[in-house]
């Protein structure tokens, strides 16, 4: 067993774990955060994507001791402590940026990585940076379209984005 320490949704950690246990399987199984999900174990989906230090990893392939003494983000971390969706969260919801809800999780992580780092995209810089998140439902119309309405809100312009096409 290995100790690790990390902060997990704002919350520090510590924690012994089996030096092979996967980041997603920590998540879930240690601390019962089950937003994340287990899609493939092959990096292939996405599902499982969590922000580590504020970048957008695929917890399916990171072990737990590589997230030591580094900080975790999952979606239930960017809801607010009075319950407030994120931005992103919200802008999912609004423009039914979802179907089943499996790959939600991981798109909204996903996006609220790419938005830190290009806060005013293009449709198809979005596209871009959702790759390697697979929706099997929605077609990604939705998607595209909620990720953009929450670089509006963001920003704080509501009209910069152009509508997105099909």
């Known amino acids: 067993m290995t100790e690790i320490k990390l902060t997990v949704n704002g ?11 996967l980041l997603i399987h920590y998540l879930r199984e240690t601390l019962g955060l089950r937003a ?23 917890s399916c392939t990171v072990l737990a001791v590589q997230a030591n003494n580094r900080a975790v983000t999952t979606t239930e971390g960017l809801v607010a402590p009075d319950g407030t969706m994120s931005v992103v969260q919200q802008a ?4 039914h940026g979802l179907q089943c809800g499996f790959c939600t ?11 830190a780092e290009n806060p ?14 697979f929706c099997r439902c929605t077609g990604y119309h939705n998607i595209v379209q909620s990720v953009l309405a929450a670089a509006d809100k963001l920003s704080g312009s509501a009209s910069s984005s152009a509508e997105v096409t099909a």
Do not use: W, Y
């Open 105 to 115: 999780p991981g798109m909204v992580m996903a996006a609220t990585s790419l938005l």
């Open 36 to 58: 994340a999900n287990i899609g493939c174990d092959t990096t292939s989906c996405g599902a499982c994507t969590v922000l580590l230090d504020g970048e957008s990893v695929k």
């Open 92 to 95: 999912f919801r609004e423009n």
């Open 11 to 21: 919350v520090a950690r510590s924690d012994e774990v089996e030096p092979r246990l």
């Open 120 to 133: 005013h995209p293009t449709e198809q810089e979005v596209r871009e940076g959702l790759e390697g998140n």
